[in-house]
């Protein structure tokens, strides 16, 4: 069991600790607002993490792969709303910093749910491990809350990371160019799915 444990810390880490439209929304968010300020969008993500857990253990991969259709309707959904994220995030004015541009507990469940870089990720995670000699719905569950566990540490120092590079920029020019490149690789992100 702890060799299973250990290789799910391991892809967790790799799978999710990786820039995607969660973690780079977290960087930019907590240069522009601070840790604290973020923390309902962080819960938000998390949560939606677990909603897509969710639908994953329900059978979406199976929809997914025998409706075509709907894999592409889904994909478009997907990229547009990062675009959107991209867009609010290059537009957003770190001069004003006021609640109305801060994300919040919704958009962070909503940017889960839609996110196909966290579907990959838990289809691989759950076809791959199981933890513990117990029931297949007991092994879901303890994988999942180890996973969630582990990306809720993994998401928060993106969020450190974030917060700490705001205190040290200063000028609103550099956190402006900040939400610039983070817009940018929002887009690459869309840009990878659309090429699915």
Not at 27 to 32: H, Y
Request: glycine fraction near 8%; charge should be positive; include cysteine.
């Amino acid at each position: 069991m702890q060799d299973a444990l250990f290789s799910l810390l391991f892809m967790t880490l790799l799978l999710f600790g990786s820039p995607g439209p969660a973690p780079i929304s977290l960087l930019a968010s907590g240069a522009n607002f601070g840790y604290r300020r973020n923390l309902p969008f962080l819960t938000g993500i998390l949560v939606g993490l677990g909603l897509a857990m969710v639908l994953v253990n329900l059978g979406l991969s199976t929809l997914l792969e025998t409706s075509p259709k709907f894999a592409s309707g889904l994909s478009l959904l997907c990229v547009g709303y990062l675009v959107y994220l991209a867009y609010k995030l290059y537009i957003q004015d770190p001069r004003k910093q006021s609640n109305e541009q801060l994300p919040g507990f919704k958009q962070g469940i909503i940017l889960n749910i839609i996110n196909p870089k966290a579907y990959a990720s838990l289809i691989t995670l759950f076809s791959q491990f199981s933890i513990g000699n117990v029931q297949q719905i007991e092994a879901l569950m303890l994988t999942g809350l180890v996973c969630i566990c582990f990306v809720a540490v993994i998401d928060a120092v993106w969020l450190l990371i974030g917060a700490k590079l705001g205190r040290v920029v200063k000028s609103r020019r550099h956190i402006k160019r900040l939400n610039s490149i983070c817009s940018l690789a929002i887009l690459l992100v869309a840009s990878v799915l659309i090429s699915y």
